[in-house]
């Protein structure tokens, strides 16, 4: 049985897997810039979120949430840049976006709320030294991560992320209405027909055609409303310690699990970018990523921003375009900085109305759970590892779907096992360290 390996240099794969620019390489400019927006559209409604969600619990100012919002963008560039160019040992040199985490929402609330914005962003900036010392033991927990881990693990990401698909095509003002249906359905379409009959340009960039389709239809339909483009600033410039940032020790603590989290999100979602590239596990560049993303984290801190993660969403445009150059990655970071420099370009995508993304994101989500179902042709389905995938994803996708079972535990546990994701990763990394037959399994 063939296994993940650990080679320092990654090796291409000769398996057909319709990959048709690989990690290192350059595709033309325009197409390029075309698959970078792409990716930018898929993470935008990620990244912008958590920053809106914090400072209306906390009551923030419009104008600082402005900044704040801004901020978060420009520090997801930047984050996204060290990700896919790679400084040394600081980012993986993959195509992974970053943006703002989720997990980080409640504590968020709670230590704003409490020691306002400098203890904020003073937890974001100490707490992201607690991901950066464990991305020096990533090479040392390699072994935890068989075929049967890794599929159980890509699976869950796309299979949890299908709802928030249904949410965003449901919209949130009228939810399920026929007129939002019919939106999401032609950007389904306009993809499928691209990907499939398309040549060229036309299949590689089917989301971003798809989506500008649906934007100019949504337009029509009289969906979208240009006036908070508007008045958005034209430009906002980055100031480092604009809030101060306050070191305080419960702040740490009440930070501490989501950062687990986010290392553990970003372990994944690199076990899941070698697979959507088609590339060879690299323990290397899995440690330089989740160092990539503390040193992301401690950058949000000083310019005014939250904590970074892994976008799992953008990895089903991968295997969907064929594409997965990290220098298109890049590319996207650029536009992402340049976005939060000039709040009038950000304010032009926030305004797409959400059933254009939902047709999207539910090709993304289930490309990315068919790169999972491919991974688990290496594995033997024996009664053990039977066991592992059915707990770990009857766990992972029962917490998603009913998040509410984890109401009477204590905050801190609802942290690290709200996402499905993380539940199902946990869950299949304990048991495969568990379950008798694992260094027989490893040797085979």
């Known amino acids: 049985m063939e296994h993940l390996t650990t080679d320092s240099v990654e090796k291409k794969s000769k398996s057909n897997s319709g990959i048709k620019y690989r990690i290192d390489d350059k595709p033309p400019m325009g197409l390029s810039i075309a698959l970078a927006i792409q990716h930018i ?3 935008f409604a990620g990244i912008v979120a958590v920053p809106l969600i914090v400072g209306t619990a906390i009551g923030l100012s419009p104008e600082q949430n402005t900044y704040i919002i801004s901020m978060t963008l420009f520090v997801s560039g930047i984050a996204t840049l060290i990700q896919s160019i790679g400084f040394g040992p600081v980012g993986g040199k993959i195509p992974m976006v970053m943006g703002t985490d989720f997990t980080f ?3 968020a609330i709670a230590v704003a709320s409490t020691l306002g914005l400098p203890g904020y962003f003073g937890a974001t900036f100490f707490g992201s030294f607690i991901e950066i010392i464990l991305s020096k033991f990533i090479k040392k927990l390699r072994n935890i991560f068989p075929p049967i881990v890794t599929g ?6 796309g299979l949890t992320m299908i709802p928030v698909a249904i949410d965003w095509i449901g919209g949130y003002e009228e939810y399920g209405v026929l007129k939002n249906l019919f939106l999401a359905l032609i950007v389904m379409v306009t993809i499928v027909i691209l990907n499939q009959f398309g040549k060229g340009f036309l299949s590689s960039a089917a989301i971003l055609i798809g989506i500008v389709i649906g934007y100019i239809v949504a337009a029509m339909m009289n969906m979208v409303d240009f006036s908070s483009v508007m008045q958005a600033k034209l430009f906002v410039m980055p100031t480092p310690l604009k809030f101060g940032i306050k070191f305080d020790l419960p702040a740490l603590i009440a930070f501490a699990p989501a950062y687990l989290v986010t290392t553990i999100e970003t372990v994944g979602g690199g076990l899941l970018i070698f697979k959507a590239c088609d590339e060879e596990f690299s323990s290397e560049k899995l440690a330089g990523s989740v160092m990539g993303d503390g040193i992301g984290s ?5 310019f005014g921003s939250g904590p970074n993660t892994s976008f799992s969403q953008n990895i089903g445009i991968i295997p969907l375009t064929g594409v997965a150059s990290r220098f298109v990655v890049a590319i996207a970071g650029g536009i992402l900085m340049l976005m939060g420099l000039f709040p009038k370009l950000a304010a032009l995508v926030n305004i ?6 939902g047709g999207a994101g539910i090709i993304m989500f289930g490309m990315i759970a068919v790169g999972g179902i491919k991974n688990f042709q290496e594995v033997n389905f024996n009664k053990r590892n039977s066991l592992i995938l059915a707990i770990s994803l009857g766990l992972g996708l029962g917490v998603a779907f009913r998040p509410e079972i984890l109401s009477h535990l204590p905050e801190n546990i609802q942290i690290i096992f709200r996402s499905g994701m993380t539940t199902a990763t946990i869950t299949a990394i304990l048991l495969n360290l568990i379950l008798p037959g694992r260094e027989k399994e490893i040797k085979d």
């Open 352 to 357: 797409m109305p959400s059933p254009v993304l």
């Open 105 to 107: 929402v409640g504590p």
């Open 152 to 157: 159980t693990v890509i699976v869950s990401i």
């Open 41 to 43: 559209l898929a993470a």
């Open 298 to 302: 401690m950058i949000a801190g000083i």
